[in-house]
């Protein structure tokens, strides 16, 4: 059984930074993060592909944090992670890991969030 455990969730200034950590083994093929907001539904915020071509794996990511936020994993640390730059008061949520063994959308193993905070 896989275990997901988000780190790093905190309480920011409008334009400063954050870097998400998610315990993810190297195996997992399909890995992304996703958030939600009071009152709106939840939404994949970045996603990584690890069965394609590219080296690192491929990455999607929603419209309104392209350009800002980077999703990547660490094979040596077995973990994911999510660089966020330049945030928004739009991008307050609970922030949730997840992953699955198959390709995308696989998602059999989910986080239990961690809270991020952006004040303008």
């Known amino acids: 059984q896989v275990q997901l455990v988000e780190s790093g969730g905190d309480s920011v200034q409008a334009g400063g930074s954050l870097r998400l950590s998610c315990s993810a083994p190297?195996?997992?093929?399909?890995m992304a993060w996703f958030r939600q907001a009071p009152g709106k539904e939840r939404e994949q915020v970045a996603r990584?592909?690890?069965?394609?071509?590219?080296?690192?794996?491929?990455?999607t990511y929603t419209d309104s944090v392209k350009g800002r936020f980077t999703i990547f994993h660490d094979s040596d640390k077995n973990t994911l992670y999510l660089q966020m730059n330049s945030l928004k008061p739009e991008d307050t949520a609970v922030y949730y890991c997840?992953?699955?063994?198959?390709?995308?959308?696989?998602?059999?193993?989910w986080g239990q969030g961690t809270q991020v905070t952006v004040s303008s």
């Open positions: 997840a992953a699955g063994g198959g390709r995308c959308p696989d998602f059999q193993y």
């Open positions: 190297g195996y997992l093929l399909c």
């Open positions: 990584l592909e690890m069965y394609g071509l590219e080296m690192y794996g491929r990455t």
